[in-house]
């Protein structure tokens, strides 16, 4: 996944918020209030600034009392500035913090505080909510409902109404990626544990061929966890795998298979010339070999069983940045009272690494991803990467073929040229080399949070026959490494809000294949009567509903709904 290659899986630059790497979201970085009953029952106004809070009457907006806190963690301290409570300014209160509805509301316990007044006050039933301006989209609008809230999201809340006290199973979904923060605090307690394998023993306990894969299995690790931040773009790739094998070949004297591989040999052979003159530092320098310390034979694509159970990520956190955000959008821990909530509430988060964090992911270890994901029991398969090159496309669509014969749903993302993926040479693909689709492959655009002309992002690719929905994916907070928090864009976001929605059905539906999973998503899709802005530069207006198969945007409501009535 070269971030100057065509698939940008994160757009806009990724909009880090700050201060978000301490545990716990701080609530100094915006604007809460909220309206409870005083002691006297008279409404009063609790507002949350920088550093402190206020309390003023509803009626005038009077200043009642002025408080200062502070942060840490999920604790917040809370001492009397001025006021006219019987509190004294040396009483120091503590309450426990916690998030509602993906930070957008949170409220305080109390955890010790002897005035009474003053928890009375903060410890109200009603939340606390952000201040925002009416234009501006909550941090959980994915999540709200395109008619009861006008917002473009998944009508997720109303879909949870719906599956009140129906009984779930759990559901695996793996994340193909960079790597996933497995101790974040809001993952550690959804992430995918091997039930067969011990971990760090040495031992290849169930005898899958990955020895202590207790959580995942990293395909671009050395033996100890050790993994590069860079490889090289897929150009660079196939012109060094396939340079003394094609570089003086009879194209006449080749079989099928070898033809579509010196085509594609060709082809790099062209882009790599071109570029090399410009970056021979890593990208196009055919010396740099990051994946020596793998030990695999880069030009055997049928080889399985190398890499490594873990990740050392150490101060490169770019390494699980991806494939964490990835993961929360998914699965993170929905009502813990941190961070964000993920779309599916039973789901396991199997972390798979195949996606530098700089650089293409190679054929071999997406193929390998995919096997490892469904012998492991993956129900869902998140992917959200691609490139324009495929050297051994035989290789993932055999892959892809064994999902679809043990009834794995692939969830894929469409990426952020802004261009017709009808037309566009990208891959993974769900069309075979023999021109068959794979019916388990569902392909996922962007869209942004309101309902009007800028409904589909201008970066996200199209295709009436080749994208099966929208989704959202602009402006998505979720999970990042060392317990952080940021904003991301493009389709990479898109594609985990459909894996979640298909593990949500999977998981209270169990009896639903994943050909029916699809067919439910797509059928259920919300579908907006309206022009929108061609992705890509130009200034057209077309139908939403000519973007995609389905022609609508994913409504984890309708799906219940129509998963129900089965």
Request: proline content about 6%.
């Amino acid at each position: 996944m070269n971030p100057r290659s065509f698939l940008r899986l994160i757009v806009a630059a990724c909009l880090l918020l700050p201060l978000l790497t301490e545990a716990q979201l701080p609530i100094r970085n915006s604007r809460w209030r909220g309206t409870v009953l005083s002691p006297s029952d008279v409404p009063v106004f609790i507002t949350f600034g920088r550093d402190t809070l206020l309390i003023t009457t509803q009626a005038g907006n009077a200043l009642v009392e002025a408080m200062e806190y502070r942060q840490q963690s999920d604790t917040l301290y809370v001492r009397k500035l001025v006021g006219s409570s019987p509190c004294g300014t040396g009483v120091m209160g503590r309450y426990r913090l916690a998030y509602l509805n993906s930070a957008e509301q949170f409220s305080l316990q109390p955890i010790n505080d002897d005035c009474l007044e003053r928890t009375d006050l903060l410890a109200s039933k009603t939340p606390f909510a952000r201040a925002r301006p009416a234009r501006q989209l909550p941090l959980n609008w994915p999540h709200l409902d395109p008619e009861t809230d006008s917002i473009a999201g998944i009508s997720l809340y109303r879909a949870y109404e719906l599956l009140k006290g129906l009984p779930s199973v759990p559901v695996t979904v793996a994340v193909l990626d960079s790597g996933v923060d497995i101790a974040h605090e809001d993952l550690k307690d959804v992430i995918w544990a091997n039930p067969n394998e011990t971990p760090d023993n040495n031992i290849d306990d169930d005898r899958n061929g990955y020895a202590d894969d207790y959580n995942g299995w990293n395909f671009m690790g050395a033996k100890d966890g050790t993994t590069y931040e860079y490889d090289q773009p897929e150009i660079t790739q196939t012109y060094l795998l396939f340079r003394n094998k094609f570089d003086k070949a009879n194209p006449a004297a080749l079989s099928p298979a070898e033809k579509r591989q010196y085509d594609t040999y060709q082809r790099a052979k062209t882009l790599f010339l071109q570029r090399q003159r410009i970056d021979t530092v890593i990208a196009y320098n055919p010396s740099y070999n990051a994946r020596r310390a793998v030990g695999d034979d880069p030009a055997d694509p049928t080889e399985r069983y190398y890499g490594s159970p873990t990740m050392r990520i150490g101060t490169s956190e770019q390494l699980a940045v991806h494939g964490s955000h990835v993961a929360g959008i998914i699965g993170a821990k929905r009502g813990n009272g941190r961070g964000i909530d993920g779309v599916a509430d039973n789901v396991r988060i199997m972390p798979v690494s195949v996606v530098p964090a700089n650089g293409d992911e190679r054929d071999k270890d997406v193929a390998n991803g995919i096997r490892y994901a469904v012998e492991n029991g993956a129900k869902v398969i998140n992917m959200s990467f691609g490139k324009r090159l495929s050297p051994f496309k035989e290789q993932i669509d055999a892959a892809i073929r064994f999902a679809e014969e043990r009834d794995v749903l692939i969830v894929h993302a469409a990426g952020n040229n802004g261009e017709n993926y009808d037309s566009l040479p990208s891959y993974p693909s769900a069309r075979y080399e023999n021109g068959q689709v794979a019916q388990n492959v569902l392909v996922v655009g962007n869209s942004s949070g309101r309902v009007g002309e800028n409904l589909a992002s201008r970066s996200s690719n199209y295709g009436p026959q080749t994208v099966d929905l929208f989704a959202p994916g602009s402006g998505i907070v979720s999970t990042t490494p060392n317990n952080g928090y940021a904003i991301f864009s493009g389709t990479s976001m898109a594609a985990p809000c459909v894996a979640g929605v298909a593990a949500l059905l999977r998981s209270y539906f169990p009896n639903l294949t994943a050909i029916q999973v699809k067919e439910i998503l797509l059928k259920s899709s919300y579908k907006p009567d309206v022009l929108v802005r061609k992705p890509g530069r130009s200034d057209e207006k077309i139908p939403f509903k000519s973007l995609s198969r389905s022609g609508g945007l994913l409504n984890a409501y309708g799906a219940v709904k129509t998963a129900l009535a089965k």
